[in-house]
């Protein structure tokens, strides 16, 4: 017989929702890679065990004008380069597989970078397996003897457990294994030396305190969220879709029995916690082989290569270890079979994929699809952070939004209450990740501010502790009167019988004696037994009577509750069938918002060409604008100017024409109130100036024309060069007094050519004097040079040769008619009042000759 095993102490039973105001905050530790080389650039370095400091890059801070930071972030622990798996198992997952074993769950990721280490930290190596095989190993040392055999727990798809006798559970033990179907890796196989090493752990480690009156079942389930879908990775699929075959073009090859994976939805079970609808799970037995379903999943998990990592995780990857628990009966030998007193508590290990910046990883394609998915969902977990912080500590009621992503809404429930939350940051602390190194520990930051209530302990069954080793405890039946012999030893010893002698006469007489003690004695215990056996029962009848009014009102009570169950159970049925059809208007509506929301982002890069295609044009607009009103400007002023020059040109031709027109006025006027005698008297040169001087009274219309100097010149001069300008239409005259200039060059037009050789010019007029005789005016002028290269003349003097006859008769001779010009007008030169109010410009460069610019001066006459 073995000896009894003592009995397990039990803790205290805790009151429902007495624990409903205690919170734990999300415990985060550091864990920092070793660096690839030695002579690596380090922008991490670990401080203490609780603290580690950020140093800014030689190349960032060059790029950043010299700034230089130094950034410390305080973490529940810090685990150097040189920490085993061991230590970071013992103080991170430990305690999260003791909850579990004693019903509560737990929550566990790793978060960081492309190739920090998560993956690491969560699988291991060959030789140093990680947390996921050595929490495997820790849950099987503690319920290895106490696990129900297979089938007696059965999963459904309402996140919940059914429970079977034994002989059900064989039967479909039998039946399974009659139909050829894949079945679970057993744990009599031999181990895969692929992950051999792994699961081999030198360190027994076992929780405390295991309730030795359940069994236990295990399940697990391995999952993936790729794209912001689910897929089961342990679903048996005909074509593996994660790694399809490539042809020689690098595209994809037409398989007939391709199946493209089923995303699975997420369900709320009426706990309200969240689960993935139709996921499998498999029953384990072992460590062996529950790793070996692990690794079967993990096969078919999406990596892929990129700049930064070899085998870099394309996807969240989640494990789940479903531990079930189930009280034994009263007699301690089968399974109570309650669905209610089963106990459900589950551990997630999720190994998060590492978020990246798309210009380092140089991702195209896919791989770019990718990284925005993991990005924007590794987002949200930071924004469900912040509003769970910002909440919990401002007392706002803002709504979490798990809902915008899969794997934050997977985890709610964990945030809510459900369970302890543990995050793993790993870093590398090489330079080149310090501006991503900088955001993990942001969150990180963060994350420890956020509060997680703390979960209930489970109600302990009514049942009575030790019952799983009472019957070993005992022995045979046989035994069971041993009370009696307990009874009988306190009786007096009887003497001895034995008589040798006839004449003996004291033996009979004391065994007489001691037999009638015995009798006496066994007669008074019979009456204390009667008596308190009459007594018991009493108080059982008492008890009885009790326990039937008991019955009676807990069967009235129970008939009310199962009516309000079964009404509960109709309206919860209706309510599931309500919320599939919830759940696939929810699918089509985000099938339809992700449409939308494509057409959105390429409208609004429309939106954003077409904007800046206006920009550029209301730009391009604006110079042509400004340039067109610089050269509207230019112009306008150009015209100005010129209109100015030719209106001011325009007006001293119209003042000259008016003056010279006013002269001959006045000249006509001079003539005709002349009095006629038949010698007429000679005007004194003293009232010829008189006259010429008020004849000059009109302002001139040149103000800048120097003014004429009124000294008398002389006919001739022996020193100065002539131009004698004798127009063609003159005649000869018969009078003795001849104009004749020395060394004068005699010219019939004047040009430029001979004013440029002379400093003197003399212009030879006739006309027709009141008397009909011929007048000639010899005008007199000088040569100046011009600022444009010309010459000008500036007319001075004017001497007059007349002939008259001595009695005042005309002479008439036809010598004296000025004959007419060819083309009927009068000759240009042949009004002495405009030759000597104009003054010739010869232009240099002129295609005309001599060119003509008007300079009205004051006329003076000779006397």
């Known amino acids: 017989m073995k000896p009894a095993r003592a009995k397990t102490p039990r803790k205290p039973q805790v009151k429902k929702g007495s624990q409903t105001n205690l919170k734990d905050p999300v415990g985060v530790y550091c864990r920092v890679r070793p660096l690839s080389f030695p002579d690596q650039e380090c922008c991490i370095e670990v401080i203490n065990n609780t603290t580690v400091q950020l140093h800014t890059p030689e190349g960032y801070r060059l790029n950043r004008n010299g700034d230089y930071k130094e950034t410390q972030y305080s973490f ?156 089961d990775l342990l679903e048996e699929v005909p074509f593996d879709p994660i790694k399809p075959k490539w042809n020689s073009c690098s595209t994809p090859m037409r398989n007939t029995d391709f199946v493209p994976p089923q995303s699975k939805l997420l369900r709320e079970d009426k706990n309200h916690n969240m689960y993935v609808a139709g996921c499998t799970e498999v029953e384990v037995k072992s460590t062996e082989e529950a790793f070996e379903v692990f690794w079967r999943g993990q096969k078919k998990r999406r990596i892929a290569n990129t700049h930064l990592n070899r085998e870099s995780s394309r996807s969240h990857s989640v494990f789940n270890i479903k531990l079930v628990q189930a009280p034994l009966d009263a007699d301690g030998d089968n399974v109570l079979q309650e669905k209610e007193q089963i106990t459900i508590s589950q551990l997630s290990l999720v190994d998060l994929a590492g978020s990246e910046r798309t210009n380092r990883t140089r991702a195209e394609g896919n791989r770019l699809r990718e990284a925005g998915n993991i990005n924007q969902s590794l987002m949200t977990l930071r924004t469900c952070m912040d509003v769970l912080r910002e909440n919990q500590m401002y007392g706002t009621n803002k709504m979490v939004p798990y809902r915008d992503s899969k794997l934050t809404h997977l ?293 800048n024309v120097p003014p004429i100097r009124l000294r008398h010149r002389r006919s001739r001069s022996a020193g100065d060069r002539w131009v004698d300008h004798k127009p063609a239409s003159n005649v000869q005259t018969e009078t003795v007094m001849q104009p004749h200039v020395p060394h004068a060059i005699t010219v019939s037009v004047a040009n430029e050519k001979a004013l440029a050789k002379c400093e003197k010019y003399m212009l030879t007029h006739q006309e027709l004097a009141s008397d009909g005789e011929i007048e000639t005016k010899l005008i007199k002028g000088d040569v100046y040079k011009t600022r444009g290269g010309g010459q000008s003349v500036q007319f001075t003097d004017i001497e007059t040769l007349k002939q008259e006859s001595p009695n005042g008769s005309r002479k008439r001779r036809s010598s004296t008619v000025v004959p007419a010009q060819p083309d009927g007008t009068e000759s240009e030169w042949t009004d002495v009042e405009t030759r000597c109010s104009v003054a010739v410009e010869m232009r240099a460069g002129s295609q005309l000759g001599p060119g003509y610019q008007h300079h009205a001066q004051p006329k003076r006459k000779k006397p």
Not at 549 to 561: A, F, M
Request: proline share 5%; aromatic share 8%; charged share 30%.
């Open 411 to 703: 985890f709610k429930n964990y945030f809510d209450g459900e369970g302890k939350v543990r995050m793993i940051v790993c870093v590398n602390p090489k330079a080149e990740d310090y501006e991503e190194s900088l955001q993990v520990m942001r969150f990180a930051e963060v994350t420890q501010e956020v509060e997680v209530a703390r979960p209930v302990d489970k109600a302990i069954c009514g049942l009575t502790p030790g019952r799983r080793y009472r019957n070993q405890a005992r022995g045979p039946v046989g035994d069971e009167p041993l009370v009696t012999d307990m009874v009988l030893q306190s009786f007096p010893p009887l003497p001895s019988c034995e008589i040798l002698d006839i004449n003996d006469e004291h033996t009979l007489p004391k065994l007489i004696e001691a037999l009638e003690k015995r009798h006496h004695l066994r007669q008074m215990m019979i009456d204390e037994f009667n008596k308190q056996s009459n007594t018991f029962k009493a108080l059982l009848q008492g008890f009885d009577s009790a326990v039937l009014s008991k019955e009676n009102y807990i069967q009235g009570k129970l008939n009310e509750k199962e009516k309000v169950i079964s009404g509960q159970k109709l309206e919860i049925e209706r309510l599931e069938k309500k919320n599939k059809t919830l759940e696939y208007k929810i699918e089509i509506l985000e099938k339809t918002t992700t449409i939308y929301e494509e057409d959105k982002r390429n409208l609004q890069q429309e939106l954003e060409t077409q904007n800046q295609k206006l920009q550029r044009q209301f730009s391009d607009k604006r110079r042509l604008e400004a340039r067109l009103q610089g050269m509207v400007t230019e112009t306008t002023m150009k015209w100005e100017k010129e209109c100015e020059r030719r209106v001011a040109a325009k007006q001293l031709e119209m003042q000259n024409k008016l003056w010279v027109k006013d002269e001959k006025l006045k000249q006509l006027k001079a003539i005709v109130t002349e009095p006629k005698t038949e010698k007429p008297e000679r005007p004194s040169r003293e009232r010829d100036r008189e006259k010429i001087t008020q004849r000059s009274v009109s302002p001139s219309p040149v103000p």
């Open 76 to 231: 529940k622990q810090v685990f150097g380069t040189h920490t085993s798996q061991k230590e970071l198992f013992d103080v991170v997952a430990n305690p999260l597989v003791d909850d579990l074993i004693h019903g509560k769950n737990g929550l566990l990721f790793t978060y960081g970078v492309t190739g920090s280490g998560k993956t690491h930290t969560m699988t291991g190596s060959p030789g140093e397996g990680g947390l996921l095989p050595r929490c495997l190993d820790m849950i099987f040392n503690s319920i290895g003897s106490f696990q129900a055999k297979r089938y007696v727990f059965k999963s459904n798809d309402r996140n919940s457990m059914d429970i079977q006798c034994e002989v059900d559970a064989l039967l479909e033990r039998q039946k399974r294994e009659a139909v050829p179907i894949p079945k679970t890796p057993s744990s009599k196989r031999q181990i895969d030396p692929e992950f051999a090493d792994m699961i081999t752990v030198q360190e027994f480690c076992k929780a405390e305190e295991v309730d030795e009156d359940s069994v236990y079942g295990v399940f697990v389930s391995y999952i993936e969220i790729y794209n912001n879908y689910i897929y």
